[in-house]
C-alpha cells in the first residue's frame, strides 16, 4: 500500500500532491454552532481543498457536545468513514474542518489507514505553495513549527510498540524531547529571521514617508489583487481560489496631481489558525501602518455579511477600527447574474438591485461604493471615493504636503 503519512515541512514535498487526489471532509456540529453554519464551513472547507488540490467526494457532520478525545468524532462515525472508504479505496484523503491533536491524528490514521488533514494543516499547505518571498515562506516554516511542537508525541506513533511506564520512560522519550529541542531551535531562529525582515520592511516603509498609504483589505478572494491590478495598472497575481495573494504588494498611484501608495494584503478566513496570524503579523502590519483602508467585499457571496464581521474584528485586533475605512462591494455583475431573476423587467431588476444597495448602505458604519472590479463598473466613483479620502488624510497627516497637489 501507498504510504500516505503527512508530514508537515518534510523536506523535498511541497504541497498536496500533483494528482488530484479525492477527499472526503468531517465537520462537528457543536452546541456552539447549528447544522447550517457547519455546511457554510464545509463549504469553505471544500474550496480549500479545491485550491490545495484534492476533490471532496463525499460530507460527514456529527452532533457531539464536545469533540471525542480519541477520534475527534465518535467512534461510530469513524467506523462510518471507514466502511465508505473501503468501498471507495481511490479516496486518500480525510479532512477535518477543527484542528486535531497529534494522538487524534495517529489514532484517525491507525483505524482508516488513510492520510488525515485538519484545517489548520490544510491552510498551511495551500501556504506553502504560495509562498514566493523569503518572507512570506520563513512566516509560513515558522507557522509549521509552531503547528508542529504540540503534536510531536501523538505523530510519535512507533512508540505505542514500546508500552513503557507511565511517560514511556527510555530512548524514545528522549529522541521526543531531542525532536522538540530541535523544533523549539527551529522556531527561535526563524523568529529572529523574521524580526530581521521586519527591521528591513520597517526602514523601507520609513523611506516611503510624506505619502499617505491606502491598504486594500478583506476576507479571501474577494477580489482585492483584481482591484489593485485595476487603480495602479500593474501586474499582481490574481486568481479564483483562496489565498492567492500571501506577500504584500505596494504600488505608488497617482490620482490627478495627488499621489499615495496602494497596498495589497493577505485575505481573512473564519477559523484562521492562531499560529498562522501570529506569524502574519508583519505581513498585516501594512494594513496597520495604512491611513486608510479599503475593505473589499464580495457582495455575490451568500455570507458576505459574516466575512465582513470576520474581517471587522481582525481589524479590532490589530488595533485598526479608527482609522478611515471605504466598504468597496465588489462584483455587483455576479451578484445580478446569481440573485435577480431575468424574467424580471429591467425596471424591475433595476428597483430590487437599488433596494438591496439601500439596505447595505444603511447597516454600514463606513462609506461604502458598489463596483465590478472585473467589469470595470463603478471605477470613476470609487476613485473619486478614494481621492477625496486621500486628500483628507493629507491634510490630517501631512498637512504642509496638501496644498501641493491640490
Same mark, same amino acid.
Given at each position: 500500500? @501507498?504510504?500516505?503519512?503527512?508530514?508537515?515541512?518534510?523536506?523535498?514535498?511541497?504541497?498536496?500532491?500533483?494528482?488530484?487526489?479525492?477527499?472526503?471532509?468531517?465537520?462537528?456540529?457543536?452546541? %456552539?454552532? +447549528?447544522?447550517?453554519?457547519?455546511? #457554510?464551513?464545509?463549504?469553505?472547507?471544500?474550496?480549500? $481543498?479545491?485550491?490545495? !488540490?484534492?476533490?471532496? /467526494?463525499?460530507?460527514?457532520?456529527?452532533?457531539?457536545?464536545?469533540?471525542?478525545?480519541?477520534?475527534? /468524532?465518535?467512534?461510530?462515525?469513524?467506523?462510518?468513514?471507514?466502511?465508505?472508504?473501503?468501498?471507495?479505496?481511490?479516496?486518500?484523503?480525510?479532512?477535518?474542518?477543527?484542528?486535531?491533536?497529534?494522538?487524534?491524528?495517529?489514532? *484517525?490514521?491507525? &483505524?482508516?489507514?488513510?492520510?488525515? =488533514?485538519?484545517?489548520?494543516?490544510?491552510?498551511?499547505?495551500?501556504?506553502?505553495?504560495?509562498?514566493?518571498?523569503?518572507?512570506?515562506?520563513?512566516?509560513?516554516?515558522?507557522?509549521?513549527? &509552531?503547528?508542529?511542537?504540540?503534536?510531536?508525541?501523538?505523530?510519535?506513533?512507533?512508540? #505505542?510498540? &514500546?508500552?513503557?511506564?507511565?511517560?514511556?520512560?527510555?530512548?524514545?522519550?528522549?529522541?521526543? @524531547?531531542?525532536?522538540?529541542?530541535?523544533?523549539?531551535?527551529?522556531?527561535?531562529?526563524?523568529?529572529?529571521?523574521?524580526?530581521?525582515?521586519?527591521?528591513?520592511?520597517?526602514?523601507?516603509?520609513?523611506?516611503?514617508?510624506?505619502?499617505?498609504?491606502?491598504? *486594500?483589505? !478583506?476576507?479571501?478572494?474577494?477580489?482585492?489583487?483584481?482591484?489593485?491590478?485595476?487603480?495602479?495598472?500593474?501586474?499582481?497575481?490574481?486568481?479564483?481560489?483562496?489565498?492567492?495573494?500571501?506577500? +504584500?504588494?505596494?504600488?505608488? /498611484?497617482?490620482?490627478?496631481?495627488?499621489?499615495?501608495?496602494?497596498?495589497?494584503? =493577505?485575505?481573512?478566513?473564519?477559523?484562521?489558525? %492562531? %499560529?498562522? =496570524?501570529?506569524?502574519?503579523?508583519?505581513?498585516?502590519? @501594512? $494594513?496597520?501602518?495604512?491611513? =486608510?483602508?479599503?475593505?473589499?467585499?464580495?457582495?455575490?457571496?451568500?455570507?458576505?455579511?459574516?466575512?465582513?464581521?470576520? /474581517?471587522?474584528?481582525?481589524?479590532?485586533?490589530?488595533?485598526?477600527?479608527?482609522?478611515?475605512?471605504?466598504?468597496?462591494?465588489?462584483?455587483?455583475?455576479?451578484?445580478? @447574474?446569481?440573485?435577480?431573476?431575468?424574467?424580471?423587467?429591467?425596471?424591475?431588476?433595476?428597483?430590487?438591485? +437599488?433596494?438591496?444597495?439601500?439596505?447595505?448602505?444603511?447597516? &454600514?458604519?463606513?462609506?461604502?461604493?458598489?463596483?465590478?472590479?472585473?467589469?470595470?463598473?463603478?471605477?470613476?466613483?470609487?476613485?473619486?471615493?478614494?481621492?477625496?479620502?486621500?486628500?483628507?488624510?493629507?491634510?490630517?497627516?501631512?498637512?504642509?504636503?496638501?496644498?501641493?497637489?491640490?
Amino acid at each position: 500500500m @501507498e504510504n500516505n503519512n503527512w508530514n508537515l515541512g518534510e523536506k523535498g514535498k511541497k504541497g498536496l500532491k500533483k494528482k488530484v487526489e479525492q477527499a472526503v471532509l468531517v465537520g462537528l456540529i457543536s452546541q %456552539h454552532q +447549528t447544522a447550517e453554519q457547519v455546511e #457554510e464551513y464545509l463549504d469553505e472547507l471544500e474550496f480549500l $481543498a479545491e485550491t490545495a !488540490g484534492a476533490k471532496t /467526494v463525499k460530507r460527514y457532520t456529527q452532533k457531539l457536545s464536545r469533540p471525542d478525545k480519541r477520534f475527534f /468524532v465518535g467512534s461510530g462515525k469513524v467506523e462510518e468513514i471507514e466502511v465508505y472508504l473501503e468501498e471507495n479505496k481511490e479516496v486518500s484523503l480525510v479532512i477535518f474542518d477543527d484542528d486535531l491533536s497529534g494522538k487524534q491524528t495517529g489514532n *484517525l490514521e491507525e &483505524q482508516l489507514k488513510v492520510k488525515i =488533514v485538519d484545517r489548520s494543516s490544510l491552510i498551511l499547505d495551500i501556504f506553502a505553495n504560495r509562498a514566493q518571498t523569503a518572507q512570506a515562506k520563513t512566516q509560513v516554516e515558522l507557522a509549521q513549527m &509552531q503547528y508542529l511542537l504540540p503534536r510531536l508525541r501523538g505523530l510519535w506513533t512507533h512508540l #505505542e510498540r &514500546q508500552r513503557g511506564g507511565i511517560g514511556m520512560r527510555g530512548p524514545g522519550e528522549k529522541e521526543i @524531547e531531542t525532536d522538540r529541542r530541535i523544533v523549539r531551535d527551529k522556531i527561535s531562529l526563524l523568529k529572529k529571521k523574521l524580526a530581521k525582515i521586519d527591521l528591513q520592511n520597517t526602514t523601507r516603509r520609513k523611506n516611503r514617508q510624506d505619502l499617505i498609504r491606502v491598504g *486594500l483589505v !478583506g476576507y479571501t478572494n474577494v477580489g482585492k489583487s483584481t482591484l489593485m491590478n485595476m487603480l495602479s495598472k500593474s501586474t499582481v497575481f490574481a486568481e479564483d481560489k483562496l489565498f492567492a495573494t500571501l506577500d +504584500t504588494t505596494v504600488r505608488k /498611484v497617482v490620482f490627478g496631481t495627488t499621489p499615495f501608495l496602494l497596498s495589497d494584503t =493577505v485575505g481573512f478566513i473564519r477559523k484562521l489558525p %492562531h %499560529h498562522l =496570524v501570529e506569524s502574519f503579523k508583519s505581513t498585516l502590519d @501594512e $494594513a496597520k501602518e495604512s491611513d =486608510v483602508l479599503l475593505h473589499v467585499v464580495d457582495v455575490s457571496h451568500p455570507q458576505f455579511e459574516d466575512q465582513v464581521q470576520t /474581517v471587522l474584528k481582525t481589524l479590532v485586533s490589530l488595533g485598526c477600527e479608527d482609522k478611515p475605512i471605504l466598504m468597496v462591494f465588489n462584483k455587483i455583475d455576479k451578484y445580478r @447574474e446569481m440573485y435577480l431573476d431575468k424574467m424580471l423587467t429591467e425596471e424591475e431588476r433595476n428597483n430590487i438591485e +437599488t433596494d438591496f444597495k439601500n439596505q447595505l448602505e444603511k447597516q &454600514q458604519d463606513y462609506p461604502s461604493v458598489f463596483i465590478s472590479a472585473k467589469e470595470k463598473e463603478g471605477m470613476d466613483i470609487l476613485r473619486a471615493k478614494i481621492l477625496e479620502m486621500v486628500t483628507a488624510s493629507y491634510a490630517v497627516v501631512y498637512p504642509y504636503q496638501s496644498k501641493q497637489w491640490s
